[in-house]
């Protein structure tokens, strides 16, 4: 993954990205990412990044021509990249998304916005994307950056475990996780389901695709609706039907 990020605030990606498995994915190669000053790229002495808004209004607008400059010295062909805005008015921001971001072999490059806008040319001449994390408003797009990396970089083969690139291929994909534990066996009364002690692995997978199954209709019955029911999921939803009774 070649990934480029302009922002008016570069530090705020430091460190994230200077930990944890992203730092080990850059430093073996496996994705290369590059924060760059979007006051770098402005011709006036004061560096101005924004402006009044047309028509009048609160909040300042972010100027459209350093992200045209930006956007042109970091890579002028258009074909060759993909720029991505961040707003609550983009599409939103998925798993399936992060999968097919993660295949891409153009540079990606994510444009932060700040204050109250970035001018709508900016979207409208330079984006390829728009996409959003959620409906909720944040003060810049930063964040939504950073959610966006970390979700994509994550699926890039050799970035996690092997038993990670299993777990993202896995029939399990689109349903919520099943309880995980780990020692003690029991900790302020609390049990560890006694499946898990056994050592019958066909046992614990059943458990296990049982729970994941039972949180999804619980909690987020919407994933169901996508989701394909093998022969035995139906059998263990019937169970979790008659658990309930
Ligand atoms: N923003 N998902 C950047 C968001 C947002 C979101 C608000 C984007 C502020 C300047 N972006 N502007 N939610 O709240 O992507």
């Not at 010295?73 to 707003?87: D, F, K, M, Y």
């Not at 990396?149 to 050799?158: F, K, N, Q, S, Y």
Request: proline share 6%; glycine share 6%.
């Amino acid at each position: 993954m070649k990934c480029d990020v302009l922002t008016i605030f570069p530090e705020i990606f430091n460190a994230y990205l200077s930990e944890g498995m992203l730092k080990r994915a850059s430093q073996k190669g496996l994705i290369d990412i590059h924060v760059h000053n979007l006051r770098d790229y402005t011709k006036d002495k004061h560096r101005t990044v924004d402006d009044y808004p047309y028509g009048g209004g609160s909040g300042m607008v972010m100027k459209p021509d350093p992200f045209f400059a930006a956007i042109e010295a970091l890579n002028p062909e258009p074909l060759n990249r993909r720029v991505i805005t961040l707003s609550p008015a983009g599409k939103q921001f998925n798993q399936e998304m992060a999968l097919e971001l993660s295949t891409e072999p153009r540079q990606l490059i994510f444009l932060c916005g700040r204050y109250e806008a970035v001018d709508e040319r900016v979207r409208i001449a330079l984006a390829d994307d728009e996409l959003s994390i959620g409906d909720y408003v944040l003060t810049g797009g930063e964040l939504p950056s950073l959610v966006i990396i970390d979700a994509v970089a994550r699926l890039i083969p050799g970035v996690l475990g092997d038993e990670h690139s299993a777990e993202i291929e896995s029939f399990s994909w689109g349903i919520l996780d099943y309880p995980h534990y780990t020692r003690p066996p029991e900790f302020e009364g609390l049990k560890v389901p006694e499946v898990l002690l056994s050592g019958n692995h066909k046992d614990i997978e059943r458990w296990r695709r049982k729970e994941a199954l039972r949180r999804t209709v619980l909690r987020r019955p919407d994933l169901l609706e996508k989701f394909s029911l093998t022969e035995e999921d139906k059998k263990l939803m019937n169970e979790i039907k008659e658990d309930s009774q």
